[in-house]
């Protein structure tokens, strides 16, 4: 599970920012709070702000962080990073990116980040331990070397092989390091979604019904549950083109939704089977090419990190769909939820807890801050109450993170 992650230098993110899935000592919706190995971290995490302000950076800072961890081994030594620094300060030229993630793994805490630019990796940690006054580095890699622990044996002796453009921990990995390994493995545990641009991810919807894996029957529920027109779901298999066949494709599938036909009377008389794609709505086709990713991280403990969750969606289809992580029934493996979404029906204290509502907003020089409501504090030094209307402050400008619209 995911303590909380920190980016720096990163598009609209100039100075360091950090979002904490730590629980603050409030009383209320005791059930989206999470009890792991000495720790209360939430099951979710909802962020609002305005257009422009840094939601989706905070999203992009975890996918890019993700993708250098996964794939700096397969770096050729002249390949350039995926470098976005902070571009509106004349401070800035050539500053590293930073990015830290603090997680649990099993029993063990960890601490790992790095630096980077265009062309090296700066600076490169990682420390280990159940508590931070506990946390025992095992590397510490500067610019002028990599310096390898006791507690981390796994990479000794692999210091001068690796490449200015690639990460230690990766190298570690693949030559079968057990703690880089299992570190690795944190990262592939995070999706990370588009909201908007959700058909990419129907390929593991198809498989899933397909193969009758596992949140099969957990995606039926569901929609039977919300109620979208159909009445069943099947798997469509045509003959492959020649141009399919000379690509290598070995099948090509397709879901279908299964409609009741109905005489004039309105009695059911036959059913119809047509292609999702082709003929639901686009609200049915994200719920349906969302039910594979969020299934997969429910029955997993994942992590699930979504821009714009409730594009194309009734907030009342939104609202379910948080439930589902932040109910201990429905996700007894205790995965997390971090989304960005414009639905203020979701801004109630019987929702979400005061520490799960973020806010992004950007200061006069266009950088953006990041803060939880429960740090916010009103003009008058006091902090929100749990008994507020957070959707009609938040409209009305209270906490900030809203559109200035001007009159001409």
């Not at 994200?286 to 994942?302: E, R």
Request: with cysteine.
């Amino acid at each position: 599970m995911i303590i909380e992650f920190t980016v720096g230098n990163f598009l609209s993110f100039n100075e360091k920012r950090t979002i904490s899935f730590e629980a603050k000592g409030i009383s209320e919706l005791k059930q989206n709070v999470v009890n792991a190995n000495g720790y209360r971290l939430l099951r979710s995490i909802v962020m609002y702000g305005a257009n422009s302000s840094g939601k989706s950076n905070v999203i992009k800072a975890f996918k890019t962080m993700k993708d250098c961890v996964l794939q700096s081994i397969k770096l050729n030594d002249s390949d350039r990073l995926d470098y976005s620094p902070f571009l509106l300060s004349v401070e800035n030229t050539n500053q590293p990116t930073f990015f830290e993630i603090i997680f649990l793994s099993g029993t063990q805490r960890f601490r790992y980040g790095f630096e980077y630019n265009m062309t090296e990796i700066v600076n490169e940690w990682l420390f280990a331990g159940k508590i931070p006054k506990t946390e025992k580095p095992l590397f510490i890699r500067t610019p002028e070397g990599i310096g390898v622990t006791e507690h981390y044996k796994e990479g000794k002796g692999k210091e001068e092989i690796t490449n200015n453009n690639r990460l230690f921990l990766s190298l570690v990995a693949q030559l079968n390091g057990t703690v880089s390994k299992q570190v690795m493995e944190n990262f592939r545990k995070y999706d990370v979604l588009s909201g908007v641009k959700h058909e990419g991810y129907v390929g593991v919807t198809l498989f899933m019904f397909d193969q009758r894996t596992e949140g099969c029957e957990e995606s039926l529920d569901l929609f039977q549950k919300l109620q979208l027109g159909f009445k069943d779901i099947e798997i469509i298999e045509a003959d492959l083109t020649p141009a399919e066949v000379s690509r290598g494709m070995i099948r090509s599938i397709s879901l279908n939704t299964i409609h009741n036909m109905y005489d004039k009377q309105g009695k059911t008389v036959s059913t119809i089977s047509w292609d999702h794609i082709k003929h639901e709505s686009e609200g049915t086709k994200k719920v349906m090419d969302f039910s594979g990713p969020i299934f997969h991280t429910l029955l997993n403990g994942n992590v699930l990190i979504i821009d714009e969750l409730d594009a194309k969606l009734h907030p009342l289809i939104t609202m379910y769909i948080v439930n589902l992580f932040n109910s201990p029934s429905t996700n007894p493996k205790n995965a997390q939820l971090l989304f960005a979404t414009h639905d203020t029906n979701l801004l109630s204290t019987d929702i979400f807890r005061r520490d799960q509502i973020w806010f992004t907003e950007k200061d006069e020089v266009e950088q953006t801050d990041l803060y939880s409501l429960y740090d916010f504090n009103l003009p008058d030094g006091s902090k929100v109450r749990n008994d507020s209307n957070l959707e009609k402050n938040y409209i009305r400008g209270r906490y900030g993170a809203i559109p200035f619209i001007t009159n001409f």
